[in-house]
């Protein structure tokens, strides 16, 4: 069993306090909430003074997360791939946290959960989905168009520093290193 605790206690409590930064009388959803790593989750969050909710795909391992004696879990949802609206249910304005074990099968559902300014960590891959289908967060081609048309017009300066050609890539790389730029490096290809 000792074997086993590193693993478990490294990656969680890596996750709660450096990923997701967790605080006293936050609001906590553990997605994920019945694997190894949801349920330390879990007790250290409850030891941090936290709100618990977990999510499990079974009603009895939902049972069985409630039924525990001194369960830290406060919350169970059935997790259907879709808990966003059950989350806002009990809080409406979203959770403050949300540890994301699933991962990216259900990520997008899992930002939907959180509120506005909340945080977000994936930390695991138990839904065994490695990328995001049609996922862009760069999306804001509008803004990015004002911001270029503002250089253009020079209204917006631009910090830009040397540009070197491809085949000086190990000199750029060199220049870097030696914090000798003054602006944005670019390479001419």
Known sequence: MLG?????????????????EVQPGEALLIRGGTSSIGRTAAVLAKQMGLTVAATTRSEA?????????????????IDTGSIASSVRERWPDGVDR???????ATLLDSLK?????????MTGILGNAWGLESFE???????LQGYIDA??????????GRSFRLEELPEAH????ANRARGK???VV
Request: glycine share 10%; charged share 15%; proline share 7%.
């Open 4 to 20: 086993a605790l590193p693993e478990m206690f490294q990656t969680t409590r890596g996750s709660l306090t450096v990923g997701l």
């Open 61 to 77: 391992k939902a049972r069985a997360l409630l039924a525990a004696p001194d369960s830290p879990v406060d919350h169970v949802l």
């Open 98 to 104: 949300v540890l994301e074990l699933v991962g990216t």
């Open 113 to 121: 959960c959180a509120r506005v300014g909340g945080v977000v960590c």
């Open 137 to 143: 967060p760069m999306t804001s081609l509008e803004a």
């Open 151 to 160: 250089v253009e017009a020079g209204r917006t300066p631009v910090n830009l």
């Open 174 to 177: 060199r220049y870097m290193g």
């Open 185 to 187: 490096l670019v390479v």
